[in-house]
């Protein structure tokens, strides 16, 4: 049993990374459920500080993830135009894939900061910031997710 449970860490882990570049898939927390069935078998024995810590880095960079490109947008001189924008276009770019997921806040800043009567210059610039944020957030997770696939390495050898 504990050989199936550490295969189905292992797959979660997978998952994981995998989920933290393509939209939909909540790779950190797929990721931390493999800690979790890790743990119950007889080979890992994480402290419940190491769970702990780990369960609220995931639950920051999950909530990170979708923060992030509104922040970018506003740290690149966007407006609240942007700000909406960039999140209408996460939200509704997840239903096309990594493409809309990457492409929605980049055309909702733009688009929102056109709307609130910016020159497309400013706009731009400030579809480039949700751009950036967005690729902040993917980095995050994948590192994360790469951290704890390590550590469950480390506890199974």
Avoid: H, N
Wanted: aromatic letters at 10%.
């Amino acid at each position: 049993m504990d050989i199936f449970l550490l295969i189905v860490a292992g797959l979660c882990m997978l998952v994981g990374i995998i989920g933290s570049i393509v939209p939909g898939i909540p790779g950190p927390p797929i990721a931390y459920l493999g800690l979790l069935i890790a743990q119950i078998t007889k080979q890992v024995d994480f402290s419940w500080q190491f769970l702990l810590v780990w369960g609220v880095i995931v639950v920051l960079v999950s909530v990170l993830d979708f923060l992030v490109p509104a922040w970018g947008t506003k740290r690149y001189g966007g407006t609240k135009y942007g700000v909406w924008g960039s999140t209408i276009g996460l939200l509704v770019g997840l239903f096309w894939g990594a493409g809309g997921v990457v492409a929605g806040p980049l055309i909702g800043a733009i688009i929102g900061e056109l709307l609130g009567g910016k020159e497309i210059k400013e706009a731009l610039k400030s579809g480039w910031g949700s751009f950036l944020g967005i690729l902040f957030g993917m980095i995050a997770k994948l590192i994360c997710c790469g951290i704890m696939t390590v550590r469950l390495i480390q506890a199974v050898f």
